[in-house]
């Protein structure tokens, strides 16, 4: 980490907007001025002009029961109306919403007034299915149109969604279909990846099967279901409902009621430092407003003219916020692809770029580093100059790879802005204004206008620059995390108790501010770890290890990875018998399988590594610390604490 830190730091180049780009730029550095003179005048402005209320709200604020905060609480609005039917009444509804690219090259173009019909069908469809204001709607979808429409329709209806990322098992949908006692699963029978259809459909019959005796209470009466992939699905009669029956035959008049600014809009799923995955809740008008904003500001968005293009799932936060809300809110015009960047070929993306002529892009840095693998030569046969903003999101950037992004996709010229937030945080909270900022690689440096970030040591003291701690939000914002569905208890715990008497959120992230008082991000400060750009609990993936017959103890670290940013490394202690009976080839690849099938190929172990024994504490606490030194190849560090400070040169012999 040091190293890391003293790296980062010595970079020194800077790279300031150009006079035509901050000239033309929707955000000017005034907005830091208006939101620091009256933070609650600023986040008042920005809810009245950016979205339409039904009723408005006369108090910005209600923050006399911290850390439970209310924004706009008395003003009414639609969240799918404002995403929707207000630019089809404002005479854009033959702009076109989505660019929808299928994995294996069709393409379907969706304007505003075409989304809104399907949405207004879909939203009688579910009526008819009897989802009221507050019930939860699990969407497990492919990265299809019909994706968005369920997330707006089920807004519509001032009902709560929940998106499962397709990639997870059914075990996990499962789990999080019963933590939000869903009522209505929609899901497609399968979807393209890698140049195959993956299907979906079996993971929700097993996620609903066979719960007799499992003391769990079935909370779905139907799953509707959207043809893509064309495979074959088992049916259940009266349950199951092709959308492609019922939405086309439903009417296309619905009125979109207005509810209020804190009814619930989704919960999300993230995980923590525990197994349980938590379930982050989204309220309604603060979300959309600093959505909205942020997507405006931060991509420079002119909504005439540019073509954005958000790389993220649906089923992750970035999805929910810039590919769902953000932009629809902000009517634009936006790409959606369904497949991986590699299938057909390695440059699907950049062909992607040139033929919408996308000129805003939104990816992550282990999207970039593996580009940066393949090489230069692959994005150079494609015309990329229509872009003119770059983003970044999910993990530290490092400087090599924000400078490659800069100067190979986008020729030397565009602004980069690495945005720093979270599930929780639901917008973006540290991010550079590409016509405001002067950036530097490998920073996120500053907090948006109305957004007060600080780094501070243990005990809340602000750090000073130069100096490095944990990251903190001061004040609430508007679109907070409202709780973790259903564990009150939990949400304090997490984010509230450790600064407490100051009343700051803890982000659970390192960070550093530099001599220019500019943050640096230095990764998680918990048991949590980034692959890839998206969040696992180690505790999560040691209960499916133990879960497994042959696993008698598990540890979990995230080594240091150049592609991934961290990698999932497991040491398993194997039961005798299984030892025995098995070679330890099987059962390494059996266990990486595993976890693979029990929580998602996300979260597959690279290394697994049979160990005799685990280094403990005298009070048995694993020393994760140690195991990463291992898993990361580098010297074993201070052992001093173990009950056997043999155990880690036994371990590093027989990782050896
Ligand atoms: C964690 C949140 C926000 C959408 C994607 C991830 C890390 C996120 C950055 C960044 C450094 C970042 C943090 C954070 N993170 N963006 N620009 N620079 N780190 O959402 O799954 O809720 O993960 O991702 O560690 O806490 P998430």
């Known amino acids: 980490m040091t190293s890391q830190i003293d790296h980062l730091l010595n970079e020194t180049r800077r790279f300031a907007p150009s006079a035509e780009f901050a000239e033309n730029a929707v955000a000017s550095g005034e907005l830091y001025a208006e939101a620091g003179a009256d ?98 709607v699990a969407i497990y979808l492919p990265m299809i149109p019909e994706a968005i429409a369920a997330m707006l329709a089920v807004a519509r209806l001032g009902a709560i969604h929940s998106v499962v990322f397709g990639g997870f098992s059914a075990d996990s949908l499962r789990s999080r279909i019963d933590d939000a006692g869903a009522k209505l699963v929609i899901t497609a029978d399968g979807g393209y990846r890698k140049g195959k259809v993956s299907a979906l459909k079996p993971a929700v019959d097993l996620a609903l099967a066979d719960r007799n005796g ?91 003219s540019d073509v954005y293009w958000c790389t993220a799932d649906v089923g992750w936060i970035t999805g929910h916020s810039y590919v769902a809300y953000g932009p629809l809110a902000n009517g634009a015009t936006q790409v959606l692809y369904e497949g991986t960047p590699d299938s057909p070929h390695p440059g699907r993306w950049w062909e992607i770029i040139q033929k919408y002529g996308v000129t805003i892009f939104y990816t992550a840095p282990t999207a970039i580093r593996s580009f940066m693998k393949i090489g230069r030569q692959v994005p150079a046969q494609f015309d990329l100059t229509s872009l003119r903003v770059l983003g970044s999101v999910g993990e530290p950037i490092n400087p090599e790879a924000w400078v490659w992004y800069r100067s190979v996709i986008g020729a030397d010229r565009t ?57 903190v939000v001061t004040e609430p914002w508007p679109s907070m995390l409202r709780g973790i569905w259903g564990d009150p208890e939990r949400f304090v715990e997490t984010y509230w108790e450790k600064f407490a008497d100051r009343g700051y959120y803890f982000a659970g992230d390192g960070a550093r501010l530099d001599e220019d008082g500019d943050i640096w991000l230095l990764g998680r400060v918990d048991d949590v770890m980034n692959v890839s750009g998206h969040r696992l609990s180690t505790a999560e993936i040691e209960s499916a290890l133990v879960a497994n017959e042959a696993v008698a103890e598990a540890a979990v670290v995230g080594a240091s990875d150049e592609t991934t940013g961290q990698a999932v490394v497991a040491f398993v202690i194997i039961k005798e018998n299984y030892l025995k009976q098995h ?19 996300i979260a597959r172990p690279r290394d697994v590594y049979i160990v005799g024994e685990l280094p403990k504490t005298r009070s048995g606490k694993i020393m994760r610390r140690l195991l990463r030194d291992v898993a990361e190849g580098r010297e074993v560090g201070d052992t001093t604490t173990l009950a056997d400070t043999m155990v880690m040169s036994v371990i590093s012999a027989q990782v050896k």
């Open 39 to 136: 933070r609650e005048a600023f986040w008042g402005r920005q809810a009245r002009e950016l979205l339409d209320w039904q009723t408005p709200f006369t108090q910005v604020l209600d923050w006399t029961n911290p850390p439970f905060a209310q924004w706009f609480a008395d003003g009414t609005l639609n969240v799918a109306y404002n995403c929707l039917d207000r630019h089809v009444a404002a005479g854009n509804g033959d702009r076109v919403a989505l660019l929808w690219e299928g994995e294996p090259g069709d393409e379907r173009r969706i304007t505003y007034a075409e989304l809104t019909d399907e949405v207004k069908r879909l939203a009688n469809v579910l009526t008819g299915l009897g989802i009221v204001a507050g019930d939860r």
């Open 214 to 304: 499992s003391g769990v209470q079935e909370t779905v009466e139907h799953v509707l279901v959207v043809r893509r992939g064309g495979n074959d699905v088992d049916w259940t009669e009266g349950r199951d409902i092709w959308w492609h029956d019922a939405v086309p035959a439903a009417s296309a008049e619905h009125e979109a009621e207005a509810f209020p600014a804190e009814n619930p809009l989704f919960i999300l799923y993230t995980s923590g430092t525990t197994g349980k995955p938590k379930g982050i809740l989204h309220t309604s008008g603060g979300y959309l407003t600093q959505v909205a904003a942020t997507h405006r500001n931060v991509f420079d968005l002119h909504p005439e």
């Open 415 to 471: 602004p980069i802005v690495d945005t720093w937030w979270q599930t929780e945080t639901g917008a973006i909270m540290i991010s550079a204004l590409p016509g405001v900022t002067e950036t530097k690689p490998g920073s996120a440096q500053v907090p948006q206008p109305g957004i007060t970030i600080d780094v501070v040591d243990e005990s809340g003291t602000h750090v000073g620059n130069g100096n490095g701690g944990l990251l």
């Open 583 to 601: 070679s330890p080839e099987g059962l390494v690849s059996s266990l990486r399988g595993w976890v693979g099938e029990q929580i998602g190929p």
